[in-house]
């Protein structure tokens, strides 16, 4: 039998794809499934126009990087943020997991450790993994809101490995915006390690109160600062697979070309549709936000009336952790995907095992999306309500 590699065997399956399978094989059920960051939004008109538009003659290879015209809207868009921005402190990628895994991979050799809050995005394990690091995690809490660690907990989890911090801001999956101080005191920390800060911003646009604060509003950081977005939430184009890495360090924006001509140019077409969303005007943004912040806030208010539930109330993005009367939130979800019915319904959650460096941990939390109609999400919410109500595991 021929060897698969140590790095493909410890890829950890995805906690949120997992019960996918499961999900498939039951019949006649109506699934409400709150477990995946896809949004039913319709996507802008402007991008399907674009992409009903193009016919080019031959479609051809693009630069590794993206179209200059790509590049070039991308800073456009971002100089809103920092003025400094030009083409070439973009690249365009395959979504943001690409600008994540191309990141890493400039960042670290194989044993080095990335520093990331917890719970965190479950992919970071696999670019992480594939780029030979190692996730290191620091804990964060509900109870205080999941504030980004102290420079104390920093300090316990860096070694002499360590080579970046990573966070996404807001936050997926606890929904917190980071305030300003928070943000440069803990970027001010990466500076003094001389390691890079690696901020996931690909839902800066959605928030609820205040706005987040982008890494690239700080230009005292720009050496050490790299940026992620993505075409996927904000503009509702998760299938267009495009995202950007930006960063004003021009020695890692080189490497990142190299890594991109590795794989030869990200798609023409979904660059043309960037093009098109990124040009919106201003109100279209305010309408995302209300669009989230409606719905966040339905399932918020059915969370916070159930007994025994406690959930922190987003600040931006659209999910949220929620801490439930059970051990074992893997068996609550199989729970609800293979027994559990309400008049023919039941829900599909994100077990919260898989959001922690270990898997034991988060074995009481859930993470929900609020990516369907408030009315669909009160009743998602309530359909979880009865099911913990009849759940034989239940702990409270
Ligand atoms: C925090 C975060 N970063 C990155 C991504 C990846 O986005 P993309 O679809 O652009 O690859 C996601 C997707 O859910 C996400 O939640």
Not at 57 to 84: F, K, M, N, T
Not at 120 to 146: H, K, M, P, Q
Not at 249 to 267: C, I, S, T
Not at 330 to 352: C, I, K
């Amino acid at each position: 039998m021929p060897r698969i590699s140590d790095r493909a065997g410890v890829l950890q399956e995805s906690a949120i794809r997992k019960l996918d399978i499961t999900v498939r094989q039951q019949r006649d059920v109506d699934f409400f499934r709150i477990n995946i960051g896809q949004p039913d939004v319709a996507t802008p008109a402007p991008m399907l126009d674009a992409i009903a538009s193009w016919r080019p003659d031959v479609i051809a290879y693009g630069p590794a990087s993206g179209s200059l015209e790509c590049r070039a809207a991308g800073a456009r868009y971002h100089s809103a943020w920092c003025p400094q921005l030009t083409a070439e402190h973009v690249a365009i990628t395959t979504g943001g997991s690409e600008a994540l895994l191309f990141a890493f991979t400039a960042m670290c050799d194989p044993g080095d450790e990335i520093l990331v809050p917890e719970p965190y995005y479950t992919n970071y394990n696999g670019f992480a993994t594939v780029a030979g690091a190692t996730v290191r995690s620091i804990r964060t809490r509900l109870e205080d809101g999941f504030a980004l660690p102290s420079n104390a907990e920093l300090d316990a989890a860096f070694t002499d490995k360590t080579r970046a911090l990573v966070f996404s801001n807001p936050c997926n999956p606890t929904g917190a915006v980071y305030a300003r101080a928070e943000v440069e005191r803990v970027i001010r920390w990466c500076i003094a390690r001389g390691i890079w800060v690696v901020a996931d911003e690909v839902y800066r646009r959605i928030w609820f109160e205040s706005p987040p604060t982008s890494a690239l509003e700080l230009p005292w950081a720009a050496e050490h600062v790299v940026v992620i977005d993505s075409m996927s939430k904000t503009w509702s184009a998760c299938g267009l697979r495009l995202g950007m890495l930006i960063s004003r360090n021009m020695a890692l924006m080189e490497k990142v070309e190299r890594l991109g001509q590795a794989r030869l140019g990200p798609q023409l077409l979904a660059q043309h549709a960037a093009m098109a969303a990124l040009a919106l005007p201003e109100s279209y943004y305010e309408s995302v936000r209300a669009t989230w912040r409606a719905r966040v806030a339905v399932m918020s208010d059915a969370l916070a009336a159930l007994p025994d539930v406690q959930s922190h109330r987003p600040e931006g993005a659209f999910y949220t952790m929620a801490r439930l009367p059970v051990d074992s939130s893997e068996a609550f979800a199989r729970f609800l995907v293979t027994d559990f019915r309400s008049s023919g319904q039941s829900v599909v959650v994100a077990p919260g095992g898989g959001f922690y460096a270990d898997p034991a941990s988060g074995q009481d939390e859930i993470r929900l999306a609020a990516v369907l109609k408030p009315a669909k999400l009160r009743r998602a919410v309530e359909i979880l309500g009865e099911a913990l109500a009849a759940y034989p595991g239940r702990t409270g």
